[in-house]
């Protein structure tokens, strides 16, 4: 039997309804999903389930925490050579690995950084880092210097600056504010919101280490 188009509008006026609720109902899920990938892009770090991930490597997410390599092969021969002494190390970084400023901001691995031999403040400190993890509590510090952003390495309470050309003692430390610390196994963020402020520090390279450099001049 077939319907008569009397019946056959009544089943449409029935279902379009329906149909149309279901779809605005998936639109608005489309939405909010687009939506939240759009500000996760858009951030640089967040907190999720544990971890404090930031996007510092091509757009991949990485929870702080994997940057230090202490047990890294490369880490670890290097260990090995320069021995139980902190300040060794910390000479060893400064005078092995050439500041060199990131074109956007990529974080390199501490093996990375002894491959190339070259690195921004974020790459010495990492590898500084994973050295003196084989033997010490030291953290990477990321904050801010004179108001840019800036990273270095503390072990008790001193500052290990990678940046200089030899080791020497931080004649500025009250310059130095700390926003989070990290090693392998902890990460500290000083006040909810720290770790993805960070990001929004203004970063001048060349203006930071000139203000480095002025300080280093005064004290001789």
């Known amino acids: 039997m077939t319907a008569s188009e009397e019946e056959w509008n009544k089943v449409f006026g029935n279902i379009l309804p329906a149909v149309s609720v279901a779809v605005g109902t998936l639109s608005v899920a489309l939405g909010v999903i687009a939506l939240t990938r759009a500000g996760n892009l858009a951030r640089r770090a967040y907190y999720q389930d544990g971890q404090y991930l930031v996007s510092v490597r091509y ?3 990485h929870d702080l925490r994997e940057f230090i390599t202490p047990d890294d092969p490369a880490v670890l021969k290097v260990y090995h050579q320069v021995g139980h002494d902190a300040w060794q ?31 921004d403040c974020e790459d010495s400190s990492i590898l500084l880092t994973s050295l003196l993890r084989n033997f010490t509590d030291a953290k990477v510090v990321l904050g801010d210097y004179y108001g840019y952003g800036h990273a270095w390495c503390q072990y008790h309470g001193q500052i290990y600056e ?6 020497r003692p931080v004649p500025d430390p009250g310059n130095y504010r700390a926003y989070a610390l990290f090693h392998d196994q902890e990460i500290i963020e000083l006040w909810p919101g720290a770790l993805e402020e960070l990001f929004s520090i203004r970063r001048d390279e060349v203006t930071k280490l000139s203000i480095m450099a002025g300080v280093l001049g005064n004290v001789g």
């Open 89 to 119: 190390m910390f000479d060893f970084v400064c005078r092995g690995i050439s500041y060199r400023s990131d074109t956007g901001e990529f974080w390199q691995l501490a093996r990375e950084t002894l491959a190339r031999k070259r690195g």
């Open 59 to 61: 757009g991949a997410w």
């Open 162 to 167: 990678t940046t200089y050309t030899y080791a």
